[in-house]
């Protein structure tokens, strides 16, 4: 009976260390890393492609997916990470929630600006992206198409047909809520974080326009989008 014991134990070892993978980073990409042996997909956050570009306020098109990755290299390549499994996606990757010096990796990647918080798979984060957005911080100080967005887009880097181009940056950066003005004349805002409001587009001579806070937006007469 103890020698059926002791080989469970050995055999179901090495699938307790793949399940939580633990050890030295390579980072693939910003949101891929090797720990020890283990390809991992980091949980709730979504990073910019190493292909996709942004464009700077003076609309300067710039290689940001290289530039993120370059930045999250610098920080973890190398460290230790402690991570706990979440599941496997259809790459066959570990994917993860991991710390490294005790801290939440994705929580730190958005929060700086990093990477986006992937609504369509956790809210985890969702707050962590929307303090980055309100102070610019990143990626967030300029154009940017949600990698979502990048990857169905044949264009690679350019807006979908359907979709109109990345708006301006509000003229203040205090005030970044967007009023807008649907086909049907109903007068909507939109907050950093919410599902529409990167590709929505503020114009001015339309009588669209930015609010530095709700009750604001609320008493000027527009009203939350519900997504």
Known sequence: MLRICAVFVLITLPLMAVANPQGIIR?????????????????????????????SQQRASWPCGHWVSDQVRAHYDGKIARCDTITTDRYNRT?????VDGRDAGQDMVANGLAFA????????DLDEKGAAINNRGLHAHYIQSPAQFRANPAKGRPAPDRPAPDRPAPDRDCLIKGNISSKGARIYHVPGQRDYQRTVISENKGERWFCTAENALDAGWRKAKR
């Open 27 to 55: 980072v693939i990409d910003a949101d891929t890393w090797d720990v020890a042996d283990t390809r991992v997909r980091l949980h709730g956050i979504d990073a910019p492609e190493l292909a996709q570009t942004c464009d």
């Open 95 to 99: 994917v993860a929630r991991c710390w």
């Open 118 to 125: 992937y609504r369509k798979y956790s809210m985890e984060y």
